[in-house]
């Protein structure tokens, strides 16, 4: 494993070097935050009101944290690097080096993205402080656990990312199947919390990986507890060992077509 380490603290080193790029990059980020906080305030007529749960200033750090994840992981890149090397073949080029190349890409993006989650989550912290004067009951402690569920959120986004890409064995394009897992995510986790559903579609939901790469962590940051940690913590594992089960399943089935046809 020491060689995926090197390739991620390598990947990490590069992005310390580029810190005002990723502040700059943040933009986006805070005017997604920016805009959500005004809705946020025009729907809640009493800040201390409760929607399925959720006061104001609740919703405002739920979605600041699911953003802080979905905008770290470049996945729309990913998407469309791992299919370039499929495309192009030179993935082929990868079948008799000594690494897999599925951890291959996920340690060289994870070190891409936990500098880039780090410095929106600090930033994301900054701004909704000081728009909203109020801070969810969490200590310090508890904020390095949350931190710890966002970058297993963030490998299992990479690997679903990476899965997505493969496809390209199989199409002309993964780009549509892109498209529709993003909105899924961005609109049913993202957004809004899973207690904002139908009960029948929040049995559904959790199964999903809105659960473990949206939801969970940041419903921790609003309202933590610790059997709360422990059954979102042992869903991610689950999820992460589903994931890349996936990416390797098609990568090796892949592989063998590669073989066959003379590839």
Same mark, same amino acid.
């Given at each position: 494993?020491?060689?995926?380490?090197? &390739?991620?603290?390598?990947?990490?080193?590069?992005?310390?070097? /580029?810190?005002?790029?990723?502040?700059?990059?943040?933009?986006?980020?805070?005017?997604?935050? $920016?805009?959500?906080?005004? !809705?946020?305030?025009? =729907?809640?007529?009493?800040?201390?009101?409760? =929607?399925?749960?959720?006061?104001?200033?609740?919703?405002?750090?739920?979605?600041?944290?699911?953003?802080?994840?979905?905008?770290?992981?470049?996945?729309?890149?990913?998407?469309?690097?791992?299919?370039?090397?499929?495309?192009?073949?030179?993935?082929?080029?990868?079948?008799?080096?000594?690494?897999?190349?599925?951890?291959?890409?996920?340690?060289? *993006?994870?070190?891409?993205?936990? $500098?880039?989650?780090?410095?929106?989550?600090? &930033?994301?912290?900054?701004?909704?402080?000081?728009?909203?004067?109020?801070?969810?009951?969490?200590?310090?402690?508890?904020?390095?656990?949350?931190?710890?569920?966002?970058?297993?959120?963030?490998? =299992?986004? !990479?690997?679903?990312?990476?899965?997505?890409?493969?496809?390209?064995?199989? =199409?002309?394009?993964?780009?549509?199947?892109?498209?529709? /897992?993003?909105?899924?995510?961005?609109?049913?986790?993202?957004?809004?919390?899973? *207690?904002?559903?139908? *009960?029948?579609?929040?049995?559904?939901?959790?199964?999903?990986? !809105?659960?473990?790469?949206?939801?969970?962590?940041?419903?921790?940051?609003?309202?933590?507890?610790?059997?709360?940690?422990?059954?979102?913590? &042992?869903?991610?594992?689950?999820?992460?060992?589903?994931? /890349?089960?996936?990416?390797?399943?098609?990568?090796?089935?892949?592989?063998?077509?590669?073989?066959?046809?003379?590839?």
């Amino acid at each position: 494993m020491r060689k995926y380490f090197n &390739i991620l603290k390598a990947e990490l080193m590069t992005n310390i070097q /580029y810190t005002l790029n990723i502040i700059l990059g943040s933009i986006g980020f805070l005017l997604f935050v $920016f805009t959500f906080y005004f !809705i946020w305030q025009y =729907i809640y007529s009493d800040p201390q009101q409760l =929607i399925n749960g959720y006061s104001m200033s609740q919703m405002i750090w739920y979605l600041t944290i699911t953003e802080v994840i979905f905008t770290s992981i470049k996945s729309r890149a990913i998407v469309k690097e791992v299919s370039k090397d499929v495309k192009t073949g030179s993935i082929a080029y990868n079948i008799n080096k000594p690494y897999s190349y599925v951890l291959y890409v996920l340690f060289k *993006e994870l070190g891409k993205s936990i $500098f880039t989650m780090l410095l929106y989550f600090i &930033i994301g912290l900054a701004v909704v402080f000081a728009l909203i004067q109020s801070f969810p009951a969490i200590t310090f402690g508890e904020i390095l656990l949350v931190i710890f569920s966002c970058i297993l959120a963030q490998i =299992i986004g !990479i690997l679903l990312a990476t899965f997505i890409g493969l496809f390209s064995f199989y =199409i002309e394009d993964s780009g549509p199947f892109y498209w529709m /897992y993003s909105k899924f995510i961005i609109l049913l986790g993202v957004i809004f919390p899973i *207690e904002f559903f139908p *009960e029948a579609m929040q049995k559904v939901l959790v199964f999903t990986p !809105i659960y473990v790469t949206s939801y969970g962590p940041a419903k921790l940051f609003v309202d933590f507890s610790m059997d709360n940690f422990i059954s979102i913590i &042992i869903a991610q594992l689950i999820y992460v060992l589903f994931s /890349y089960g996936l990416c390797m399943t098609v990568f090796s089935s892949s592989v063998k077509r590669l073989n066959i046809n003379g590839g």
